[in-house]
């Protein structure tokens, strides 16, 4: 398996939510080729578990939760008003993101939508009522934007339309709130749902203009492109692949 930094913090993620242990030691007996990919990629395996959303002391003395004790977790936020909607707790390094990552594991709840519901909360409505901010706002577009995500009026109103709203009302329209975020409206609007040929295709013309179509170039050059090889490939070195392409020099 070639690893790429999404695939890492995929990894990393579906490990801690089944409740696996990530400490370095545990980790590089079981997982050898993991670690050193991750230190490959993000300088170290820390970063590599923090860009996870993942807090490091966490994994360092894993606390054993309890549903009881998420639910309190929960509760109390909802008494202070803090926001519990999923992007929201996520980016906290606090207790309530520890309890929400928590959540996640199988022998706990499974998911954040039924931890919120065992603590008597209707997760649609915590989703409804999101309170939006504009750090928020330009947060979620340009992680859209880097998964390859159709960012199109049309496509976001029905995909997120919390998110679209929230983006007209922050920042007048929807094409301000992209341009804020970095993204040209422009290319937004041209955007296509891509497919296999299209992939391959659009590799190609890029191998013969001499660009490289490593991860790291493509996905800062093309986003676009480079979130739909993972998508309809798995990995960028299997769409170049089917592309009849040259593996990417290192």
């Not at 409740?19 to 545990?26: A, C, F, I, N, V």
């Not at 590089?28 to 990629?41: E, T």
């Not at 939760?65 to 639910?71: A, D, G, M, Y």
């Amino acid at each position: 398996m070639i690893w790429t930094e999404q695939r890492i913090v995929e990894k990393l993620r579906q490990l801690h939510k089944d409740g696996k242990g990530l400490s370095y030691s545990t980790l590089a007996r079981k997982m050898q080729p993991l670690v050193s990919a991750a230190a490959y990629h993000f300088g170290s395996y820390r970063r590599a578990v923090e860009r996870a959303g993942i807090d490091y002391a966490d994994v360092l003395r894993r606390p054993r939760w309890s549903k009881q004790e998420i639910i309190s977790v929960i509760k109390k936020a909802r008494r202070d008003g803090i926001d519990l909607h999923w992007a929201s707790v996520t980016r906290r390094r606090d207790e309530l993101g520890k309890a929400a990552f928590a959540s996640l594991q199988k022998r706990l709840f499974g998911s954040w939508d039924r931890a919120l519901h065992g603590a008597g909360l209707d997760a649609e409505d915590v989703s409804r009522y999101r309170r939006w901010s504009k750090s928020a706002i330009l947060f979620d577009l340009k992680s859209l934007h880097s998964a390859g995500e159709a960012l199109n009026s049309g496509a976001m109103q029905g995909s997120e339309p919390g998110l679209h709203a929230a983006a007209v009302r922050h920042f007048g329209s929807y094409d301000t709130a992209l341009q804020s975020a970095g993204i040209k409206p422009s290319s937004v609007r041209r955007r296509r749902n891509w497919t296999r040929d299209d992939v391959t295709s659009a590799l190609r013309l890029a191998g013969k203009g001499k660009q490289s179509v490593s991860d790291a170039s493509l996905r800062k050059s093309h986003p676009a492109l480079y979130g739909a090889s993972l998508r309809l490939f798995g990995t960028l070195a299997k769409a170049r692949s089917a592309a009849g392409l040259k593996p990417a020099s290192k």
